[in-house]
Nanobody, 125 residues
Framework: VQLQASGGGLVQAGGSLRLSCAISARTSSVQTTAWFRQAPGKEREFVAA????????YYGDSVKGRFTISRDNGENMVYLEMNSLKPEDTAVYYCAGDKSVMGSWSTRSNEYDYWGQGTLVTVSS
């Protein structure tokens, strides 16, 4: 299983950006997908997770109400729509996947088996 993240870039505070994650495997083998981020000098932080069907989402407290995760199994894609961006959202964003059904474990980065390479998001003030 390979994951390929894209869509990062430079955006002004208050702006929007959409990240994409391409899954190069049968989507049923990746039951849970998520986004994490890591800012310089900080630990990796949970952003959002979505189940295989797309109907259940978890969000980190810092992004609730601003970010939306979605999944398109027909296109083998996972998206992260980011609105009302803040300078503190600046980080490298990683998509992650796992064969396990989504659950309370899904916010922990060390539970995921598959990782993309990361895409940099920079929000200027």
């Amino acid at each position: 299983v390979q994951l390929q993240a894209s869509g990062g870039g430079l955006v002004q505070a208050g702006g929007s950006l959409r990240l994409s994650c391409a899954i190069s495997a049968r989507t049923s083998s990746v039951q849970t997908t998520a986004w994490f981020r890591q800012a310089p000098g900080k630990e990796r932080e949970f952003v959002a997770a979505v189940n295989w069907g797309g109907g259940v989402q978890y969000y980190g407290d810092s992004v609730k109400g601003r970010f939306t995760i979605s999944r398109d199994n027909g296109e083998n894609m996972v998206y992260l729509e980011m609105n009302s961006l803040k300078p503190e959202d600046t980080a490298v964003y990683y998509c992650a996947g796992d064969k396990s059904v989504m659950g309370s474990w899904s916010t922990r980065s060390n539970e995921y088996d598959y990782w993309g390479q990361g895409t940099l998001v920079t929000v200027s003030s």
